[in-house]
C-alpha cells in the first residue's frame, strides 16, 4: 500500500479506535512529515485520501479536523427557567442571557394586545386561517412603520418571520449553498455560528478591533476566495459590544460591490437611533439583507421579526420560508402589532434603554480596573480577563459562587482561538440589588487571584 494511504489508514483507525476524538485538529502537514520522515506532499496526500473518505475536514486557512456531528449545536442553548424574564428560583444570578431588564409592564402589554385580539371577531377571524407566506399586508405595513418609527432605514421587500434567528437562517438557506464560504467577526453571535453549521457552510472569522471588522483582513481573503455572504452586527457586536466606525462601513460596502458578496445586517441587539453609525441597508440596499426582532426590545416569546430583502431576492426568501414553516404564527403577528402601535411600546422601550444605561454605567463603575467594554445603553458588558487569568477557570468559580456568565467559546466563529474574556448581560438579573450582588461576586472572583488546581503535568 502506497504510504500515504498507510497514513490515511493510520487516522481512520485512529477515529476508530477513539484516539482521535470528533472536532479534533490533526497536526500541521510538517509536523507530522517530520515526525514520519515522509515529504509534506505524502501528508497533503494522506489528509485528502482521509477527507474523500469522510474522516476528516479540512477547513480554510485552519487546518484539518476529525468530522464530527457538524449540525450539534451543544455550545449554543437557551437555558430558560421555571419562571420568567429571568427569576431564577435556583438562586443562581444569570448574566449568561441576553435579557432586557425585568418590568412587569411588559407581562401587562402583552396581556392588552391580546385581550383586544379576543374582542374583535375580524382580528379572530384572521389569526385563525392561513395568510401570505411574508406575511399579510396589515402587518407588514405595521412593521415597516415601527421600523422607521425606530429609525432603522426601509427598503426592498420586508418579510414577517418568527424572531431574529429565523431571518438569519432564511438567508443563509436561500443564498448560500452547502459547502460555500461565509463570513463573520472573529467573535460573534452564536447562533449565527448553529445556522451556518446546519446550513453545512464554511464559516471564516474576521479579525475585530476597537472599529469593528478589520476590512483589510476580509479583503484579503477575498483575493484568495471570496464568501458568499458576510455578517455584521454593527452597531454593538455580540459579545464584545465593539461598533463598526463609519468608516469600515463605507468599506466593507464598497468591497461587497467589488467583488459581489452579500451583506447580512443584523439589529437584533437594539440600540436607540442617536447610538447606531450609518445602516448598511442605507449604504447598499440592493445587497444588504436586514435582521430585526421584538426579542430585545418587547419580548423575546413573541417570536416576531422582521427581515427585510432586495426585491430581486423576495420570491426566494418567501418560498424558503414556505418550505420551512408556511408563515410566521398570524396570531403573534396581530399581538406584536397591537402592542407596537399603543403607547406601551415605546414607553417600555424608553424605561428598558433607561435602565440598561443605569446597569452598564454600574458594572463600568464597579469593574473599572478590569477595563470593562460595552454600549453606553447596550445590554453587554465585555470584561477582558487580567493577565493569567483563563475564562474557564474564571466562569467555574463564579458558578460555584452564584453567577452564571458566557465564556467566549460559543462565540468563535469557525476555528479562530478563543480570546480570555468572559461575557456579562447587564439586563438579565431581574433587580438592581441582583446586578450589584452579582457584581460584588465579579470583583471578589477576579481579586482572588487563579485559585484552580492543577492536575496535570
Ligand atoms: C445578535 C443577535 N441576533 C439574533 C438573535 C436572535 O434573535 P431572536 O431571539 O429574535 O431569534 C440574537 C439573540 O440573542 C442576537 O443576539
Not at 487516522?11 to 482521535?20: D, V
Not at 497536526?27 to 474522516?55: C, F, K, M, S
Not at 399581538?335 to 454600574?362: F, G, H, K, V
Not at 450582588?437 to 465579579?442: F, G, H, T, V
Request: charged share 20%.
Amino acid at each position: 500500500m502506497p504510504r500515504y494511504r498507510q497514513i490515511a489508514e493510520g487516522i481512520g483507525n485512529a477515529i476508530t479506535a477513539g484516539q482521535l476524538k470528533a472536532g479534533e485538529r490533526l497536526p500541521p502537514q510538517r509536523h507530522l512529515a517530520d515526525a514520519l520522515g515522509v515529504t509534506v506532499g505524502t501528508i497533503t496526500r494522506a489528509y485528502n485520501e482521509a477527507q474523500q473518505r469522510g474522516w476528516v475536514q479540512s477547513r480554510v486557512g485552519s487546518g484539518t479536523y476529525v468530522h464530527g456531528d457538524e449540525t450539534s449545536g451543544s455550545d449554543f442553548t437557551l437555558l430558560t427557567h421555571e419562571s420568567a424574564d429571568g427569576d431564577n428560583p435556583s438562586g443562581m444570578i444569570d448574566m449568561s442571557l441576553s435579557f432586557a431588564p425585568y418590568h412587569s409592564w411588559r407581562h401587562d402589554s402583552l396581556r392588552e394586545a391580546l385581550q383586544s385580539i379576543c374582542h374583535d371577531p375580524a382580528a379572530i377571524a384572521m389569526a385563525s386561517s392561513y395568510q401570505a407566506d411574508i406575511g399579510n399586508l396589515a402587518h407588514r405595513q405595521a412593521l415597516g412603520a415601527w421600523l422607521e418609527h425606530l429609525g432603522f432605514p426601509t427598503s426592498g421587500s420586508l418579510v414577517v418571520t418568527q424572531g431574529g434567528q429565523h431571518g438569519l437562517d432564511l438567508c443563509l438557506r436561500t443564498l448560500t449553498r452547502p459547502g460555500e464560504l461565509v463570513a463573520a467577526d472573529a467573535l460573534t453571535y452564536p447562533g449565527f455560528n448553529a445556522a451556518v453549521r446546519h446550513a453545512y457552510l464554511k464559516p471564516v472569522g474576521i479579525p475585530l478591533d476597537t472599529e469593528g471588522m478589520d476590512v483589510d483582513a476580509l479583503a484579503r481573503l477575498c483575493q484568495r476566495q471570496v464568501p458568499r455572504l458576510v455578517y455584521v452586527t454593527p452597531d454593538q457586536n455580540n459579545p464584545t459590544s465593539i461598533s463598526m466606525s463609519e468608516e469600515r462601513r463605507e468599506q466593507l460596502t464598497a468591497l461587497a460591490r467589488q467583488h459581489d458578496f452579500w451583506l447580512l445586517e443584523d439589529h437584533v441587539q437594539y440600540l436607540p437611533r442617536e447610538d447606531r453609525g450609518t445602516s448598511l441597508l442605507e449604504l447598499a440596499p440592493e445587497r444588504t439583507l436586514h435582521v430585526f426582532s421584538t426579542s430585545k426590545v418587547l419580548s423575546g416569546g413573541l417570536r416576531t421579526g422582521t427581515l427585510q430583502v432586495p426585491d430581486r431576492v423576495s420570491q426566494r426568501i418567501a418560498s424558503s420560508l414556505r418550505a420551512e414553516t408556511w408563515m410566521a404564527p398570524p396570531l403573534m403577528v396581530e399581538a406584536t402589532c397591537r402592542w407596537i402601535t399603543s403607547p406601551n411600546a415605546d414607553e417600555l422601550i424608553a424605561w428598558q434603554t433607561s435602565e440598561q444605561q443605569y446597569r452598564q454605567q454600574r458594572a463600568f463603575e464597579r469593574l473599572a480596573r478590569y477595563h470593562p467594554q460595552g454600549q453606553l445603553r447596550g445590554s453587554n458588558v465585555w470584561l477582558p480577563l487580567p493577565e493569567g487569568r483563563r475564562s474557564s477557570e474564571v466562569h467555574a468559580l463564579l458558578d460555584s459562587a452564584g453567577v452564571r456568565v458566557s465564556t467566549p467559546e460559543p462565540f468563535c466563529t469557525g476555528s479562530e482561538p478563543a480570546p480570555q474574556a468572559i461575557r456579562l448581560c447587564v439586563g438579565a438579573p431581574r433587580t438592581r440589588e441582583q446586578l450589584d450582588r452579582a457584581l460584588d461576586i465579579i470583583l471578589e472572583v477576579l481579586e482572588s487571584g487563579d485559585t484552580s488546581p492543577w492536575n496535570t503535568l
